[in-house]
């Protein structure tokens, strides 16, 4: 990432407007949203994104559904993207190697164990000027090409904390 980029990339994150909303935050979702602003600023996309998944399937554990440990993993990953407002993402049907693929799968499954998303042609992008990518942190041409732009997604994370914390739901239930 060039100089130009990275003054983009830190323009859209905003960090001076979200690090006093983090410090709002219980711990451990504080952590969480100061954790992804300092990948984010330095230019770390992967990493970033693999926090944002990671984040996202616990976060539909403890918020969603109440710390319940039973529940499966891509049931949670999926409320918490429902609770994101990322319906439309959750029926995108997602192609890797001919066979059909969940977007957990595709995106946490492909950061974690792959390095790469599992999909035929996949990326990870801290910004976009495309609406789609914008509106939903995911861009989609093809079943088989998937992008994850990690500014708009953490934007949307942001936005489902700030709404958790207003219902009363960020507890956390540990074994």
């Known amino acids: 990432m060039n100089k ?4 983009d990339i830190k323009r859209q994150l905003n960090a001076r407007a979200v690090r006093p909303f983090a410090r709002s935050l219980p711990w451990p979702y504080s952590g969480m949203i100061n954790d992804l602003i300092s990948a984010i ?3 770390s996309n992967f990493l970033a994104a693999l926090g944002l998944t990671a984040y ?4 539909g554990r403890q918020i969603i559904h109440n710390g319940d440990e039973n529940k499966n993993y891509e049931i949670c990953y999926n409320s918490f993207l429902e609770y994101m407002g990322l319906q439309e ?36 992008a801290m910004i976009s000027t495309i609406s789609e990518a ?6 989609q041409k ?8 990690v500014v708009p997604y ?11 914390k207003k219902e009363n739901r960020l507890k956390w239930s540990s074994k």
């Open 4 to 7: 130009k980029n990275m003054q």
């Open 41 to 43: 600023q330095t230019g």
């Open 56 to 59: 996202t399937e616990v976060c």
């Open 89 to 124: 993402v959750l029926k995108w049907k997602i192609t890797y190697k001919g066979k059909r693929k969940s977007i957990k799968n595709a995106i946490r499954n492909g950061l974690v164990h792959e390095y790469f998303l599992k999909v035929d042609s996949g990326a990870v």
């Open 134 to 139: 914008n509106r939903l942190g995911f861009l």
């Open 142 to 149: 093809k079943d088989s090409e998937l992008i994850m732009v």
């Open 154 to 164: 953490f934007r949307l994370f942001c936005e489902a904390l700030r709404k958790a």
